[in-house]
């Protein structure tokens, strides 16, 4: 599904290179969670970015089911191989729950119905009743399974996350990890999370310590 080939990547300053990544090689294959872990600086938020396609490695490739990611059209990648789920949720908080993912249906250019978000909210434990509030009015828990339903809206085969559980107490946090290994585990999504959690580094099927 996705391999990384010797990839390096880093940051010129004032004539100082500095190094994040170095010559990392690793395999995320369909049907498994795993967890990104290490400590501050070490290039957790910076891996997730390159499989994003919002930055490019300084050296080595990321692979796609065997496509150079370099060479992919990246908005159609992004609106329909990966879903991209943020610790603080970048919500639009003028539209309620089910507004949110429509509008993510309608970019990633597929039936964009209030039924159609409705039946991805209940996926991720969300009811009707909730959908229709402003999600300025939900919980943490709750906006971050919009945001995870939002990024199901394109039907991704891959599932970015950075630091998902950060700011949920630890009622939510188990809540957000059980839904991230049932789209491993029983929708076979490749799911990747960067985190620093414990409970989901433990709970992931793989780790890749950086």
Not at 120 to 129: D, K, P, T
């Amino acid at each position: 599904m996705i391999e990384l080939q010797s990839v390096s990547y880093g940051y010129q300053q004032k004539h100082v290179y500095h190094p994040i990544l170095q010559d990392l090689s690793y395999q995320f294959d369909t049907g498994s969670c795993y967890a990104i872990s290490g400590p501050s600086g070490s290039g957790k938020t910076t891996l997730l970015s390159l499989l994003s396609g919002f930055d490019r490695p300084r050296s080595g490739k990321i692979l796609i089911d065997g496509a150079d990611l370099a060479t992919l059209d990246l908005n159609f990648y992004r609106a329909k191989t990966i879903g991209v789920i943020f610790q603080n949720y970048n919500l639009l908080s003028h539209l309620n729950a089910a507004e949110n993912v429509q509008l993510a249906l309608r970019l990633a250019s597929v039936p964009s119905s209030l039924e159609a978000a409705l039946a991805l909210l209940a996926e991720v434990g969300i009811g009707r009743e909730t959908a229709t509030r402003s999600v300025t009015a939900l919980s943490g828990g709750e906006q971050q399974r919009v945001a995870i339903a939002r990024a199901l809206a394109g039907g991704p085969k891959i599932i970015l996350a950075d630091e998902p559980t950060g700011n949920l107490d630890q009622e939510n946090q188990q809540t957000i990890i059980n839904i991230f290994l049932s789209l491993a585990h029983e929708q076979g999504k490749c799911v990747i999370i960067a985190s620093h959690a414990s409970e989901l580094v433990q709970s992931a099927d793989y780790v890749l310590e950086l």
